[in-house]
């Protein structure tokens, strides 16, 4: 059977201007209308799951979209977001990190995972949650990086900055899973404001 999941980047967050890290870093108000607006539009059939990244941004969002649709969700430590470095290093040395990173996709940054690394676990991770929930629609909450490195194979693409910058706050994407994932409808905003 097809699994479809929805793939959701977390809303707009409230940027900590002091660090690098923000992993503890709040939904904004507009990133929690972000979100509410794609569960006003859904774009496929009612989910029977929702999981998030244990960070606190996805958690929020899928929170909402829990709210929403009148389920739980679940958190999945392997929907991490993607760093460089998770120690709080000012904004220009993680900017100079994350350069190094495109540049080359095998590059081991302090993190101790290179993007190509984050592209196979984001991967894995996709393919494991769609096999549990088999032949059902799933919300899976997570961050732009690591959505961007597996919707860019997904289209046979290499993995680029820019494409991670494309992916808006409370976009969302349709994967379906059978015998392996494929990208039916890429990033976009559904409900007010979409393009």
């Keep these: 059977m097809t699994t479809t999941l929805v793939l959701v980047r977390h809303g707009e967050i409230v940027?900590?201007?002091?660090?690098?890290?923000?992993?503890r870093a709040p939904l904004s108000r507009r990133g929690e209308?972000?979100?509410?607006?794609?569960?006003?539009?859904?774009?496929?059939?009612?989910?029977?799951?929702?999981?998030?990244?244990?960070?606190?941004?996805?958690?929020?969002?899928?929170i909402i979209l829990a709210d929403a649709f009148g389920l739980s969700m679940s958190k999945r430590?392997?929907?991490?977001?993607?760093?460089?470095?998770?120690?709080?290093?000012?904004?220009?040395?993680?900017?100079?990190?994350?350069?190094?990173?495109?540049?080359?996709?095998?590059?081991?940054?302090?993190?101790?995972?290179?993007?190509a690394q984050a592209a196979v676990r984001g991967t894995r991770c996709l393919?494991?949650?769609?096999?549990s929930n088999d032949g059902q629609t799933v919300v899976v909450?997570?961050?732009?990086m690591l959505f961007s490195l597996v919707t860019a194979s997904l289209k046979g693409e290499r993995p680029s900055e820019a494409y991670k910058n494309?992916?808006?706050?409370g976009a969302a994407a349709l994967v379906e899973a059978g015998s392996g994932l494929r990208l039916i409808s890429d990033f976009r905003r559904y409900g007010s404001g979409s393009a």
């Design 15 to 23: 940027r900590p201007p002091y660090t690098s890290n923000f992993d």
């Design 77 to 115: 430590p392997c929907l991490k977001e993607w760093s460089a470095d998770e120690s709080g290093i000012p904004q220009p040395e993680y900017a100079a990190l994350e350069k190094k990173a495109w540049a080359d996709q095998d590059f081991i940054p302090p993190s101790k995972e290179s993007l």
């Design 33 to 62: 209308e972000q979100v509410r607006s794609l569960a006003g539009a859904w774009p496929v059939g009612r989910p029977a799951a929702i999981f998030a990244s244990p960070l606190r941004r996805s958690i929020e969002s899928a």
């Design 141 to 144: 909450a997570c961050h732009g």
């Design 166 to 169: 494309s992916i808006g706050f």
């Design 127 to 131: 393919e494991s949650i769609a096999k």
